[in-house]
């Protein structure tokens, strides 16, 4: 892995350790620090797919650019140390990507992690459009900046990401265009805009890597339609303006069910206006797909939100994403 961060390094040796969730002989002593103190946790806010997935700029060689949904469900992970390295309670362990993202950071740091217990837990379904990964991985990296103390250091955790997979924003506590790929910050997007939605999740799940080309082939494409949605999503964005950012979400979902369909998005787009929702969203390389609302919807229409849905034969969901 290439160094996550020229910065942050204690200097110490990494020591020798056979697994992330306990410590040989001789702690250092921030680990020693970190054994008397109670349960720490990280938390970490998954997305309801994307406002915008599309490239940056139109081009034979396009970069994937996102502006990712964040959404009021988390993943959250708990550290407990213990007096000795015993046999474990039962409990979720941490994930094969969020192991990973722990030896990574134990081993920049140089540190080894005391005799302890991990816990996870999570509000996201993996594999659907929902950053779950990248939420358990984001989850776990603050649970370790906790357990040691240590500042929370955005650029250790852009380069550990990197190092595992192509992420979402979920790092940030605002939107921001990303490029998911390189891991780099385009543009923070701020916290104005926020919505109520109504969702579906479809059968199903997607591999992203495995569609990437698809992907890029399209976005050559149509490359001077994304660049018109993009633009007009940012100066929405800029406006403090949701209903211009929802109808430039639209047209990037439109564009999307162009390469990776959704069975249910012809009948959320023919029925928007039945319903008084200002947009609809989808999860690009996901199976999500509901309507945008910049004001909450009143429980009748929630009630024939629900009914329409089930007709499609889906259950709906309620969730409220972005800030606002």
Do not use: N
Request: charged content about 20%; glycine content about 10%.
């Amino acid at each position: 892995m290439r160094d996550p961060a020229a910065s942050g390094r204690t200097g110490r040796p990494v020591r020798p350790r056979s697994d992330v969730s306990s410590a040989g002989p001789g702690e250092p002593a921030l680990g020693e620090q970190a054994l008397s103190d109670p349960t720490v946790s990280g938390v970490c806010h998954g997305t309801l797919g994307e406002l915008y997935q599309g490239p940056l700029r139109a081009g034979p060689d396009p970069e994937i650019a996102v502006v990712s949904f964040p959404v009021d469900r988390h993943s959250w992970v708990h550290f407990t140390p213990r007096a000795d390295a015993g046999p474990a309670p039962l409990a979720p362990p941490l994930g094969e990507k969020a192991k990973r993202a722990a030896r990574l950071f134990l081993d920049h740091y140089g540190l080894t992690l005391p005799p302890g217990d991990w816990h996870t837990h999570s509000e996201l379904p993996v594999g659907v459009g929902m950053a779950s990964s990248t939420a358990d991985i984001v989850a776990t990296l603050r649970c370790l900046f906790r357990v040691f103390r240590l500042p929370y250091d955005l650029q250790v955790v852009l380069g550990i990401l990197a190092a595992i997979e192509r992420a979402d924003s979920v790092f940030l506590d605002e939107f921001a265009l990303y490029l998911s790929g390189r891991h780099r910050v385009v543009r923070r997007l701020g916290t104005d805009i926020g919505f109520h939605t109504a969702f579906v999740t479809e059968p199903g799940t997607v591999d992203t890597a495995a569609v990437t080309p698809l992907l890029l082939d399209h976005y050559r494409r149509r490359g001077d339609e994304y660049q018109r949605c993009l633009t007009d999503l940012v100066k929405g964005f800029d406006s403090g303006d949701p209903a211009a950012v929802a109808r430039a979400a639209t047209a990037s979902a439109a564009l999307s069910q162009e390469v990776l369909p959704k069975a249910t998005f012809g009948s959320l787009l023919a029925h928007r206006q039945r319903f008084g929702a200002d947009g609809v969203f989808v999860a690009h390389t996901g199976c999500l797909a509901g309507y945008l609302y910049t004001a909450r919807p009143r429980a009748h229409v929630k009630a024939d939100l629900s009914a329409f849905f089930h007709s499609l034969g889906h259950q709906c969901t309620f969730a409220q994403g972005g800030y606002g």
